[in-house]
């Protein structure tokens, strides 16, 4: 038990674009092969983009930032842009150590892991980082990012 969070990018690809016919295709054709000869059409393609482990300071800010302060475990959009922020409050909290808790503050909960800014708060703001800037690399244009935790 406790704070599992997922950060999920999700690409639409039912779609009638050129460009977008020969991914249709290569989709189409391995879940054909799956589902035994069958056409059952893909229409949307799902990734896990990021996952963290009760990393309650970086699930605070979703909460506050992508969910209007609802913590229910429910899945919910996020915009490019907040992720881009994001990014930014935790490498201004890894800069300014001594103003982490204004920045990005803990939160305690049930199985929400350590309130302290020590060892494990700044590993999860690095990975944070690390693993977003991966996932900002993608085109928003073609992809939609998701936040769900549960505990």
Excluded at 41 to 64: C, G
Excluded at 80 to 93: D, G, I, P, S, W
């Amino acid at each position: 038990m406790g704070l599992d969070m997922y950060l999920t990018a999700k690409r639409y690809v039912w779609t009638f674009k050129d460009e977008e016919k020969p991914l249709q295709d290569k989709l189409n054709e391995v879940m054909k092969e799956e589902v035994g000869g069958m056409d059952f059409p893909v229409k949307e393609v799902s990734v896990d983009a990021m996952y963290w482990r009760k990393a309650n300071a970086i699930h605070k800010w979703f909460v506050e930032n992508c969910q209007d302060g609802e913590d229910n475990c429910r899945e919910y959009w996020v915009g490019y842009k907040q992720l881009t922020e994001l990014v930014e409050q935790c490498r201004l909290a890894l800069d300014q150590k001594h103003k982490a808790s204004e920045i990005l503050p803990t939160q305690g909960g049930f199985f929400f892991g350590d309130t302290d800014y020590g060892e494990y708060y700044y590993q999860d703001l690095e990975e944070t980082v690390k693993g977003l800037e991966k996932v900002l690399k993608l085109d928003s244009s073609k992809w939609d990012f998701y936040y769900r935790a549960s505990w």
